[in-house]
Structure formats: structure tokens, C-alpha cells
């Protein structure tokens, strides 16, 4: 990353200093990026800088991909979601589901509405713990909005990692914290900032979007003419709040209602949003002639290279990316559970990483094979 003379940050995505813990996830997959460069480079010491950069980055955009559908996707949608729209992973073949009449664009209903679900699950605090999973420290969220300061000191950054994965998420519902409805890009010393929710109502409307009504008929559920109809769908305050606002069901809009909705069993988020999200990352997957399971694509893995790929967990990024966390739980996205999802240390054998001598591309000297099947190890010679 290279700094603005502003102290921000300044990488490929603009949003990078929008708040700090989007910050810390553009830092880990920067530095996943020059990790493999790193390794890649005593493979095949006869690539150039450009391979080294192209294959880092296809390496990277592959591991996001597995990691998002493998990981992200089945807490978000549930078993029975990803089933029903084939967003289920291939555990050992190729996937040879690319389907070049679909656009894998992205929905304006996901980019404006459904995708933005997760500012129901904002805290009002962001915390820090440290590499014993103990709390240390905790900074309100509206303080940490373009403001990456923290990250300048030495350990913080493993610190907001170790929170992430210790602290309790907020439910997903019609409950915003106030940190964004009411302090939202707040300047320094001003009491007041913007209003993230009037931001998603606005948005939806400036991009002509239906309303919340005609995407649950488009997603097969069933249509509601009176807000009585919608008791059951949502809890009974927000029915009786919209009856206030509103003088129909077809005038709510879509984010409101989108987060409003029970959830599914087994899943986050409500049958709209569930649907409309997985929609959008069955177009994601089925229409990218370079999604990293196919077959016969110039810009395919070989075998070998597409399981080592599967191997790729987001709490192996996190150990090997990171300086100070030495036990993580094998799903970090979950609390930890002694049973379900305990903590393990980094280097035991049960986070493997990806072994990358599966890219040499020619046979090795006796002494640089045995430093090449060190890289399986990611605490071997290469270090941290």
C-alpha cells in the first residue's frame, strides 16, 4: 500500500479507507499477494516480475473465491439455499458449469438493496483482543470511518484481526446502530454525521429499483395487498410502523423490507434477500469464463493446482498473514466452539496450506526440491 499525504491508504479499490476493518482485509489479501509472489519466485526463479505478479494474483483471486462460497456463503444463505441455486463447490473434479448466455454482471437490486444487508450487523464498537483471546480495547465504530490511523502502530493490526474473530456480530434485522444512522462520515468534533439507512432508501430509489413487494413475487413468495398479510413475514412493530408510513405494501422499499424479513432456518437472512443474493452469486460463478474450477480455459488450473486451491481456509490467510496470532479457530466467521469450531494453533497440521510446488515448471535441483516442499509449510524457511 502507499500512503496518501493525507496518512490514508491508497490501494486498487477506492474504498479502502471507508472504515478500518475493510482496511485490515484489503491489508491480509495485499500481503497473501506478495507472500506467494515471494514463494513463487523460488519455484521458478527464471520467472519474471510480471509472471510473479499475474500468478500471485490469480492464485489470490481464486483463494477469495473458494473462501467466499466455501466459507461466507453457507453461514450467510444456509444449506438449503446453496443447494437450490448450485452454489455448492466441486470437493475433488473439475466444474465444467460455465455457461457463456449468462451475464455475471452485477444486479442492480444485489448493488443497491440486498448485498447491503449486513449494516444491520454493524457494532457500535469495534474491539480489539489480543493473541491470548483476551479483550484489550474497543473504539466506536463512527470513530474508525476513514480514520486507519490505528493501523500505523505496531500489533494493532493482529489485534483488530483477533476482535473480529472474538466479537459477538448484531442480529440481523431492522436494528441499525445509531453509529451510522446518526454518525455516519461524522467530521471530528461534530456531534452529528449522515444517515447510512436514508442512504440504502435514497439509493434504492435513484437507481429505480422496484419495491421490496415485486422481488418477493419475482422470487416466488407470496404477494401481500394489506400489511396485515405481512404478520408472520417480519415482526408485528415493523408491520404496524410501515402501516404508518406507507399507504400500501407495494410502496416499501426494498432494503427496508429485505432486512426486516425472519430468517430463513438455518440462514441469515430472509427468503428476498436469500434469494436475490444467491441469484447474483449464481450469475457470479456460472457466467466468469475464469472462475477458478473450470476446465479448459487458458486460464485454468491443472488438477493438482485446483486441489492444492481447495485446501485455502480464511483462518490459513489469517496465520499466515499476520504477525503476532498463533491459535485461531478453524472458521473464523464463527465463534469459537470446543466442539464445532475450536481453536487450533497455527501451525498444527490441521489448517494445511497450499503446497506450491505444484506450480514448478521444471524438474528442481535436489537441494531446491527440498526447500520447495518447505512452502507447504508457511512457517518453514520462507517464515512470515
Request: charged content about 25%; glycine content about 6%; some cysteine.
Amino acid at each position: 500500500m502507499i500512503l496518501h499525504r493525507s496518512p490514508l491508504l491508497l490501494i486498487g479499490e477506492i474504498r479502502v479507507n471507508e472504515q478500518l476493518v475493510l482496511t485490515c482485509m484489503h491489508t491480509l489479501m495485499a500481503r497473501e499477494h506478495n507472500r506467494l509472489a515471494k514463494a513463487l519466485a523460488i519455484v521458478n526463479p527464471h520467472w519474471d516480475d510480471e509472471i510473479l505478479f499475474q500468478e500471485a494474483r490469480r492464485i489470490v483471486i481464486a483463494e477469495i473465491q473458494h473462501v467466499t462460497y466455501n466459507e461466507f456463503l453457507p453461514i450467510l444463505l444456509g444449506k438449503d439455499v446453496m443447494e437450490k441455486f448450485g452454489l455448492l463447490l466441486e470437493k475433488e473434479n473439475y466444474w465444467d458449469g460455465y455457461d457463456p448466455s449468462i451475464n455475471p454482471g452485477v444486479i442492480d437490486a444485489f448493488a443497491s438493496a440486498a448485498f447491503r444487508f449486513g449494516h444491520s450487523l454493524l457494532p457500535t464498537a469495534v474491539e480489539r483482543w489480543s493473541k491470548a483471546h483476551k479483550f484489550i480495547a474497543s473504539k466506536r465504530l463512527s470513530d474508525l470511518i476513514r480514520r486507519p490511523y490505528d493501523l500505523y502502530r505496531a500489533g494493532v493490526f493482529d489485534e483488530y484481526f483477533m476482535g473480529l474473530m472474538n466479537q459477538v456480530a448484531q442480529a440481523m434485522d431492522d436494528s441499525i446502530t445509531q453509529e451510522v444512522t446518526n454518525h455516519l462520515f461524522k467530521k471530528v468534533g461534530a456531534k452529528f454525521g449522515l444517515d447510512l439507512v436514508s442512504f440504502n432508501m435514497q439509493r434504492g430509489r435513484e437507481f429505480g429499483i422496484p419495491s421490496y413487494m415485486e422481488f418477493r413475487k419475482y422470487c416466488g413468495l407470496p404477494e401481500a395487498n394489506t400489511f396485515d398479510e405481512l404478520f408472520g413475514s417480519m415482526p408485528n412493530e415493523t408491520v404496524r410502523r410501515y402501516s404508518t408510513i406507507f399507504e400500501h405494501p407495494a410502496d416499501v422499499d426494498l432494503w427496508s423490507g429485505g432486512v426486516s424479513e425472519r430468517p430463513l432456518p438455518g440462514s441469515m437472512l430472509g427468503p428476498t434477500f436469500a434469494c436475490l443474493i444467491a441469484t447474483q452469486f449464481s450469475y457470479s460463478r456460472r457466467g466468469d469464463r475464469f472462475w477458478y474450477e473450470l476446465p479448459n480455459q487458458p486460464s485454468s488450473f491443472t488438477h493438482e493446482q485446483l486441489n492444492e486451491i481447495r485446501k485455502t481456509k480464511l483462518a490459513r490467510l489469517i496465520c499466515d498473514n499476520t504477525d503476532l496470532i498463533d491459535t485461531i479457530q478453524i472458521y473464523p466467521m464463527v465463534l469459537p466452539d470446543h466442539e464445532i469450531n475450536p481453536r487450533v494453533p497455527c501451525r498444527s497440521g490441521i489448517l494445511p496450506g497450499i503446497d506450491l510446488s505444484k506450480w514448478a515448471e521444471f524438474p528442481t535441483t535436489s537441494h531446491a526440491t527440498q526447500y520447495v516442499s518447505n512452502l507447504a509449510d508457511p512457517y518453514g524457511q520462507l517464515g512470515k
